[in-house]
Each structure stands twice: as C-alpha cells, then as structure tokens.
C-alpha cells in the first residue's frame, strides 16, 4: 500500500501534556503536510514542510521531517481538551498523487 | 472570506442509482480536489481539477468521474452506486497552480455524507 504508517492509532493523555504523534512513508516526497479533522467535519490545515526542511513550528505545534528515514512528526505542546480531534499527515507524491495516513485519534481529557 | 462549500450535506441513495455532489471552492482558488473517507479505507484521493482540466486521479473505477466549471465550481458523480460506496465524500480548494506539487495547503468543506441502501 502506498499508505504509510501513523502512529500511535489512538493517544488520550490529560491536558496540558505533550502530544506525539509519528508518520513513517515509502516513497519520495515533494512535501509533507499534517491536517487535524474534527468529528465528521472536513480537514483543517495545520503545517505543510518542504522536502528540504527539517522543522516547522506553529504556536504549539513543532513538525519534523527525517527523509533519510521517510519519517516525520507532529508534536502538540500543552495540550488543551480542544485539541481532541484525529491526526493525518499527508504526502505529496511526484506522480501527483496525495497519499494519506490512516490517522492518529487524540484524546486530551481535562 | 466563504469557506468551500460542499451540497448537499447528507445524502441517501439506492444501489444502481447515480449521485451528483457539489464544491463550491474558496474565491480565487482553482484547484479542487475530491476525496472519499470510509472508517475502513481511511481517505483514500479521487481526482483534481485545475482549470476545468482533471490534472490528477487516483485510483477509482470509471463510475467516479466529476467535472470542473468556468467559476471553479466542482461537481462529482458516481454512477451504478454500490454499497461501498457509502462514506464521507470531501472536497478542497486550493491555490496549487503546479501540477503535481501541491505546495499550498488544502481548504477542505465538511462534505457530504452518502449512504447507500
């Protein structure tokens, strides 16, 4: 499958603990993008990171891209019951395709 | 600024029906993308319009096709539904202008959700 892996697949820790959620993939990228999505709603951007960088930060948000590894992360600090929600990150490939993962579902209790 | 708007929101329809959803993408953004989420598949890419031109499709039967107006406005059809086919069908706009390279972030409605019976 073209899909790479997320994980964990489910995290639920308590508020204003970090969150670390991991993305491995198989083949080159352009770039890597991380989108959270609500319960039955669309996806929200939240960082899109080239293929020749290696961190992005946002608020409490800090992605990190390994291409020797085809690897990246997205760390949530301070986590707040808001940010429940799932996690995908999403690969461009050169054939003009997107490639999702299959998520990793938050949980951040209050 | 208006969000892309997805109509209609919920939708229920009968095997070997067809179905016609519609985007309506942020102003000024030409390309638009369509997606289909199912707990089993996950998301999984359709196609994209750039244009009123398919740039990109993945990989769907022939039954999904869709088309791309003058005012980037986006319709997707599914013909002879199946129950499969039952799933969370998103749509995003963008200001991707470079095929292939998707370097600017996705604007995504809250699509339509198709149930089929």
């Known amino acids: 499958s073209q899909q790479g892996e997320e994980d964990p697949q489910a995290l639920s820790i308590q508020e204003g603990e970090n969150a670390t959620m991991n993305c491995s993939y198989k083949?080159?990228?352009?770039?890597l993008q991380w989108y959270r999505q609500n319960s039955g709603r669309g996806l929200v951007h939240l960082i899109l990171?080239?293929?020749?960088?290696r961190e992005k930060h946002s608020g409490r948000l800090r992605v990190t891209l390994d291409t020797s590894k085809k690897s990246s992360s997205l760390l949530i600090t301070a986590s707040r019951a808001a940010d429940t929600a799932s996690y995908f990150c999403v690969r461009s490939s050169n054939t003009g395709k997107l490639i999702f993962g299959q998520g990793t579902t938050l949980q951040v209790k209050p | 600024k208006a969000g892309v708007t997805q109509t209609p929101r919920y939708l229920i329809k009968t095997r070997g029906q067809q179905v016609t959803l519609s985007c309506s993408p942020i102003?000024?953004?030409?390309?638009v993308s369509w997606y289909q989420q199912t707990p089993g598949q996950g998301l999984q890419f359709l196609f994209e319009?750039?244009?009123?031109?398919?740039?990109n499709k993945g990989n769907f039967p022939g039954r999904f096709s869709g088309r791309q107006f003058s005012n980037s406005r986006s319709e997707m059809n599914v013909s002879t539904l199946e129950l499969g086919d039952s799933a969370l069908y998103l749509c995003a706009s963008s200001f991707n202008t470079q095929a292939a390279s998707y370097n600017s972030p996705l604007h995504f409605g809250n699509g339509t959700r198709l149930t089929v019976t």
């Open positions: 990171i080239r293929s020749n960088e």
């Open positions: 319009y750039f244009s009123e031109t398919q740039r």
């Open positions: 102003s000024g953004h030409r390309s």
């Open positions: 083949t080159s990228i352009n770039n």
